[in-house]
């Protein structure tokens, strides 16, 4: 017998009865094929992004990460979405004041002597006075600028609050609502 | 027989239950026909979900006259020449040069070959030698019933199975003379 026709015989009788098992995407492919109009039949097979042969918990699990995710990414939206700037700048005199520190309150009472004064944020004071608050929600507030500690500014000028007080019950409110708020605070010589 | 009538009938009620069993029926066997028809376990994949899919949009032309496994075979083979043929213009056909017939193999380098490692050898074939040496020497067509199948000559097909052939032997040469076991794995 020839080689080639040894070959024929050969692969003829390995093939004759020959078997093998697909994976089981075929026949869920073909049943999306075959019947496009059918619905998923339970809840996990509703979330169509998933391939259906993932375990069920695997599933959960992506499930339960992407659900914290999208409500994470709602809370930084809708939080921050309302909130604005309260910036501005500190003055001795005619010039900016070098350093120091800012402090917000928020005003819960509108009885004076107000009793309930809540430190909100501080800041650091710059080297051009500037000081700046971002995401400052809507309400009222007060403001309070001291000097650097032990420095000269601070044995002329003493802490003061918007717009020119020495007190918070004299101070005028810094009052965030649509927009971002500009409040400079012109700094109190010492007597 | 009666049984098959009932399945057929469901089918054709488009019943998923049903579809299911025939497809659980044929499913191993048809594979093993896109495995050998295909270049590779993907491929089958996909001409499986093919054939069977022709299966039953075809099971209203199924009169009974035969058996039912017959038949799915039949549709799988001529789906698989469709599908040979839309893929075929993409696939170069490689040459053999330098053709020794006077080498030859050893008798185990062929009776020894795993089912897995004929499947290697007959995907690595040229899509036209592959689909003839399937038709001619694993399911049995002649040269004239291939030639109107492919749309080829008769003598075309004796030549792609010629082909087809000469390559698997000298795959199964090299195995002999220079050790080359692996060579159907790689």
């Not at chain 1, 993932?54 to 959960?60: H, N």
């Not at chain 1, 003055?91 to 004064?117: H, N, Q, W």
């Not at chain 2, 291939?146 to 082909?163: A, P």
């Amino acid at each position: 017998m020839e080689e080639e026709d040894k070959i024929e015989k050969r692969f003829s009788e390995a093939f004759r009865d020959f078997k093998r098992e697909p994976s089981g995407l075929v026949w869920e492919g073909l049943k999306r094929e075959l019947h496009p109009e059918s619905k998923p039949q339970n809840p996990w097979d509703r979330l169509w992004m998933f391939p259906r042969h993932f375990p069920g918990r695997f599933r959960l699990g992506i499930a339960a990460a992407a659900a914290v995710f999208a409500i994470f990414l709602g809370i930084i939206y809708f939080g921050t979405a309302s909130h604005h700037v309260v910036s501005g700048h500190a003055y001795t005199g005619e010039t900016r004041m070098c350093r120091g520190t800012a402090f917000l309150f928020k005003v819960d009472d509108k009885v004076m002597p107000r009793d309930s004064i809540v430190h909100y944020r501080s800041a650091m004071v710059d080297e051009n006075g500037g000081y700046r608050f971002p995401g400052i929600g809507p309400g009222e507030y007060l403001l309070r600028v001291s000097p650097p500690d032990g420095s000269e500014i601070a044995s002329k000028f003493q802490a003061s609050w918007y717009d020119q007080h020495v007190s918070p019950d004299s101070a005028h409110l810094v009052i965030v609502g649509p927009e971002d708020v500009q409040a400079d605070v012109q700094m109190r010589k010492r007597n | 027989m009666d049984d098959e009538r009932d399945l057929v009938k469901r089918c054709l009620k488009r019943e998923v239950k049903a579809e299911k069993q025939l497809y659980d029926l044929y499913v191993h066997k048809m594979f093993g026909i896109c495995l050998r028809y295909s270049g590779n376990a993907m491929e089958a994949e996909d001409l499986m979900q093919e054939g069977f899919l022709r299966v039953f949009s075809l099971l209203h032309t199924f009169r009974f006259d035969g058996s039912l496994e017959g038949w799915v075979f039949h549709v799988f083979i001529h789906s698989a020449i469709n599908y040979t043929k839309r893929h075929l213009r993409f696939k170069a056909e490689v040459r053999l040069e330098n053709y020794d017939h006077h080498a030859t193999f050893h008798e185990e380098s062929l009776s020894k070959l795993s089912h897995d490692e004929m499947l290697k050898i007959i995907h690595d074939l040229p899509p036209g030698y592959r689909t003839v040496f399937n038709l001619y020497a694993i399911d049995g067509y002649h040269h004239k019933e291939i030639g109107k199948m492919l749309g080829i000559s008769e003598e075309t097909s004796k030549s792609q199975l010629y082909m087809a052939k000469r390559r698997i032997r000298e795959i199964l040469i090299a195995r002999t003379n220079f050790g080359l076991h692996n060579i159907a794995k790689s």
